[in-house]
T-cell receptor, first 113, second 114 residues
Framework: AQTVTQSQPEMSVQEAETVTLSCTYDTSESDYYLFWYKQPPSRQMILVIRQEAYKQQNATENRFSVNFQKAAKSFSLKISDSQLGDAAMYFCAYRSEDDKIIFGKGTRLHILP | KAGVTQTPRYLIKTRGQQVTLSCSPISGHRSVSWYQQTPGQGLQFLFEYFSETQRNKGNFPGRFSGRQFSNSRSEMNVSTLELGDSALYLC?????????????FGQGTRLTVV
């Protein structure tokens, strides 16, 4: 069965520093979609970044980038120049070819001023 | 354009009752999906509707059901409420399949079962 694991329940980073959130998944499929979503205190989930498994190039969105290692089934999120507004719960999500949608348990990120 | 709207925002129900939650997607989006978020289980996928048809379902009992109307608005129904159904229920809309195209989430309905 597919699973998504976020091994860090909580993390803290100093403002302006870089932090990496980890996500590993287990699947036997070759084609799937991976996402990082953030959920700030307002509870509204916001897309951070998206990766299609068939694309080898790592996705990047401004200060956010991923390290996608397909063979290792790893999809970590790097946040550069951390800002106070980045404080949130971050969820890694996976959608399989056969439409399974699975989330990790989340990582709560604290930004220290 | 307007975002995803979920109503009501907060709800308190008694065990054994039933509840209906509503979700209005972004205009033009044909896919609506529902999720349950609890501290213990985290975020779990409930179901996905596309053009009024349920195309995908998570691992929830039959007490959880939904439907989608011709204008893409969706409702989720939970019958015979249990204390464990207390959760934040999130709805998301997408142009086509959720998480194939970007999912836009509403702010959720906080359901408390007493």
């Amino acid at each position: 069965a597919q699973t998504v694991t976020q091994s860090q329940p909580e993390m803290s980073v100093q403002e302006a520093e870089t932090v990496t959130l980890s996500c590993t998944y287990d699947t036997s499929e070759s084609d799937y979609y991976l996402f990082w979503y953030k959920q700030p205190p307002s509870r509204q989930m916001i897309l951070v970044i998206r990766q299609e498994a068939y694309k080898q190039q790592n996705a990047t969105e401004n200060r956010f980038s991923v390290n996608f290692q397909k063979a290792a089934k790893s999809f970590s999120l790097k946040i550069s120049d951390s800002q106070l507004g980045d404080a949130a719960m971050y969820f890694c999500a996976y959608r399989s070819e056969d439409d399974k949608i699975i989330f990790g348990k989340g990582t709560r990120l604290h930004i220290l001023p | 354009k307007a975002g995803v709207t979920q109503t009501p925002r907060y709800l308190i129900k008694t065990r054994g009752q039933q509840v209906t939650l509503s979700c209005s997607p972004i205009s033009g989006h044909r896919s609506v999906s529902w999720y349950q978020q609890t501290p213990g289980q985290g975020l779990q996928f409930l179901f996905e509707y596309f053009s009024e048809t349920q195309r995908n379902k998570g691992n929830f009992p039959g007490r959880f059901s939904g439907r989608q109307f011709s204008n893409s608005r969706s409702e989720m129904n939970v019958s015979t409420l249990e204390l464990g159904d207390s959760a934040l229920y999130l709805c998301a809309s997408s142009l086509v399949q959720v998480f194939v195209t970007e999912a836009f989430f509403g702010q959720g309905t906080r359901l408390t079962v007493v």
